[in-house]
């Protein structure tokens, strides 16, 4: 069974940074990936990372935000900076091996 636990979110400034985590158990993924949603908005991907190393992310988080993965740890980590208070969302770590599973996810709330 495939279980996804994130933790890191919380309350932050405009301009301030948290570092989400994930941790995985059940099955090596082949890709691991962080998705947001705001109320009334569609979840929409937000980073991307490869069991080979390659990452995508959204335009509007390019070049402030980085995703990491520890293979052997099963976790993925999401280094948020210089977050906007347009970053507020759920934050939702999502595995993909055949299918995508999903975290819980954790809420990130950025005050201007």
């Known amino acids: 069974q495939v279980q996804l636990a994130e933790s890191g979110g919380g309350l932050v400034q405009a301009g301030g940074s948290l570092r989400l985590s994930c941790v995985a158990s059940g099955s090596i993924f082949i890709a691991m990936a962080w998705y947001r949603q705001a109320p009334g908005k569609q979840r929409e991907l937000v980073a991307r990372?490869?069991?080979?190393?390659?990452?995508n992310y959204a335009d509007s988080v390019k070049g402030r935000f980085t995703i990491a993965r520890d293979n052997a740890k099963n976790t993925v980590y999401l280094q948020m900076n210089s977050l906007k208070p347009e970053d507020t969302a759920v934050y939702y770590c999502?595995?993909?091996?055949?299918?995508?599973?999903w975290g819980q996810g954790t809420q990130v709330t950025v005050s201007s």
């Open positions: 990372i490869t069991n080979g190393g390659n990452t």
């Open positions: 999502a595995a993909e091996y055949g299918r995508i599973y």
